[in-house]
C-alpha cells in the first residue's frame, strides 16, 4: 500500500522518534552531566572491586567488602609481616588495627585505608605531608605522630605509627564524658597548640582538629575527688596530634568544605575561604569540651550552627555577612527560621558572661577560649600568642617545652581583653556590636 499526504504509519513514527533520538548525545536525549561520569565511574569501579575480589580469593589474599574495606581476621598477616591482632578504631578512611610486626617484634597501628581510588589518593597525600613534618623534626618534639613506615596491600595504602592510647575524646566517653580536671586540660591544650604552631609554622592548616584525633601517649588513669567532683585523671598527660589527612599547604587548593561539622568555622560555613585561623576556631571548640564534657555545638544545620555561634560569641560581623550570600541572612541579620530557638538558649551560654561569672583559673580558661572564637579570622589569637597566655602561665615548669617562650613572639597588645583587641594596627569591636575603625 502506498501513503500520501501527511499521514505517517504508527511503526515509521517510532522509528524515526529512536533514530533521532540517537542522533543526539549518544544514545541518551540529554547531554552527559558531571553526576553521570560519578556515578559511571564508581560503577566501574565497583565492577572492578568484584573481580579483584574473585582474583583475591583464587589467590589466597584477603578479600575486600562492598565498601572496599578490608576483611580480616585476627592473626591474619600482611605481606609475611603484618600480623593483625585487633581493630582499634574506623573512619571514613578506612580502620586502625593494632598490628604485631613480626619482623622488628614490636606492636604497630596500622592504619589499612580503604580500596577506592579517592581514599588512596588522599592516603599518598598524607604520607607526602607526614614525611616532610619528619625530615623537618626528625625527633618528634613537636608533638605530632610520625609515620614509621607504609607498605601496599592488593590496593590498600597501609600507614604503620606508633601505638599510643586512646584518643582524648574516648577516654571522657569512657567515663561517661565527666570534664578533665582543668590542669590535664592545660596540659593536653598546651601541646595541641605547640603542634599546631609547628604546623602553622611550615605553612600548613590541619583543618581537621578534633578531641578525637589527640591521642594520649598511654591509657593509664587514676581517680581523684575534689570537692563534690570526681575526676578520672591520666596518668600521664603527653599527647599526640594525629591524622594528617587532609592537612592543606597554604599554596595548595584549598577544599570549600573542611572539618568535621562540630568544630567548623564560620568562614567554612559561609564561604568565605579560609586559612589557618580555622584551626584556631577548632581548638576552642575543643578546649571547652575538654574543660565541661559537652560538644559545644550539637547541631547538623548551618543555619542552627550560626544562630548557635552568635549565642555564644556574638553578633556575626556586618562585613562577613555582606560578604557572604544572602541564604542564612534577611536585612542583615542571621534568619533563624526552623531553628530550635529553646534548644539553643539552653545548650549555648554566652563567653562574655561565662568570663565574667568565674573565677580567676576558669576566667583564664574562658578569655583564652575566647580570644581563639573570634568571628572574624584576623582578629583570632595565633598559637604564639596562645602558648603566652594566662591560661597556661599556671602550667608546672616540669610540663613546659624547653626553650618555647623565647620562640614565641611578643603578645598583641589587648590580647588578654575579652571585649577588644588590637589587629594589625585597627581597634576590632568583637562584641559584634559595633564596626571596626
Not at 125 to 148: F, N, Y
Not at 326 to 355: M, P, Q, S
Amino acid at each position: 500500500m502506498r501513503y500520501t499526504g501527511s499521514y505517517v504509519p504508527m511503526t515509521y513514527r517510532r522509528k524515526v522518534r529512536k533514530k533521532s533520538v540517537r542522533t543526539c548525545g549518544h544514545g541518551s536525549s540529554k547531554p552527559r552531566s558531571r553526576k553521570d561520569d560519578q556515578g559511571r565511574a564508581e560503577r566501574a569501579e565497583k565492577r572492578a572491586r568484584m573481580k579483584a575480589h574473585l582474583d583475591r580469593q583464587a589467590a589466597g589474599v584477603l578479600p575486600d567488602d562492598d565498601d572496599g574495606h578490608l576483611i580480616f581476621k585476627k592473626n591474619d598477616v600482611l605481606n609475611g609481616r603484618w600480623e593483625l591482632r585487633e581493630e582499634l578504631g574506623e573512619g571514613t578512611f578506612g580502620r586502625v588495627v593494632k598490628t604485631y610486626d613480626k619482623q622488628r617484634d614490636k606492636m604497630r597501628a596500622v592504619k589499612i585505608v580503604r580500596n577506592v581510588h579517592k581514599y588512596r589518593d588522599a592516603a599518598y597525600l598524607e604520607i607526602k605531608v607526614l614525611t616532610k613534618l619528619k625530615q623537618l623534626d626528625p625527633s618528634g618534639a613537636h608533638k605530632i605522630i610520625q609515620l614509621v613506615e607504609h607498605f601496599d596491600y592488593h590496593g590498600h595504602c597501609c600507614l604503620v605509627f606508633k601505638l599510643y592510647g586512646l584518643s582524648v575524646f574516648d577516654f571522657q566517653r569512657k567515663y561517661n564524658f565527666r570534664p578533665y580536671h582543668i590542669e590535664d586540660t592545660r596540659h593536653i591544650m598546651y601541646q595541641i597548640c605547640y603542634a599546631v604552631k609547628f604546623l602553622h609554622d611550615n605553612k600548613l592548616t590541619h583543618t581537621d582538629l578534633k578531641p578525637e584525633n589527640v591521642l594520649f601517649v598511654c591509657d593509664d588513669s587514676y581517680t581523684e575527688k575534689v570537692g563534690n567532683m570526681t575526676f578520672h585523671r591520666p596518668k600521664n598527660t603527653n599527647v599526640r596530634l594525629i591524622d594528617l589527612g587532609s592537612a592543606t599547604f597554604n599554596n595548595e587548593h584549598h577544599s570549600a568544605i573542611i572539618s568535621t561539622r562540630h568544630y567548623r568555622a564560620p568562614e567554612v560555613i559561609l564561604d568565605l575561604g579560609w586559612w589557618q585561623p580555622c584551626d584556631t576556631w577548632s581548638l576552642g571548640c575543643i578546649l571547652y569540651e575538654l574543660h565541661r564534657g559537652a560538644t559545644l555545638f550539637r547541631t547538623h544545620s548551618n543555619r542552627e550552627h550560626l544562630a548557635m555561634m552568635e549565642r555564644v560569641c556574638g553578633h556575626i560581623p556586618l562585613r562577613m555577612i555582606r560578604k557572604t550570600r544572602t541564604k542564612y541572612f534577611h536585612n542583615d541579620v542571621l534568619d533563624v527560621t526552623g531553628t530550635d530557638e529553646n534548644f539553643i538558649r539552653d545548650t549555648c551560654a554566652n563567653l562574655i558572661r561565662k568570663i565574667e561569672d568565674s573565677d580567676t583559673e576558669e576566667r583564664e580558661l574562658f578569655e583564652l577560649m575566647h580570644a581563639m572564637m573570634q568571628f572574624e579570622p584576623a582578629a583570632r589569637i595565633t598559637m604564639s600568642e596562645a602558648l603566652q597566655s594566662a591560661f597556661f602561665d599556671r602550667l608546672p615548669e616540669n610540663k613546659r617545652i624547653p626553650g618555647l617562650r623565647a620562640s614565641c613572639t611578643p603578645r598583641r597588645p589587648g590580647i588578654t581583653d575579652p571585649l577588644h583587641r588590637s589587629v594589625r594596627g585597627h581597634t576590632v569591636d568583637l562584641t559584634g556590636e559595633g564596626e571596626a575603625d
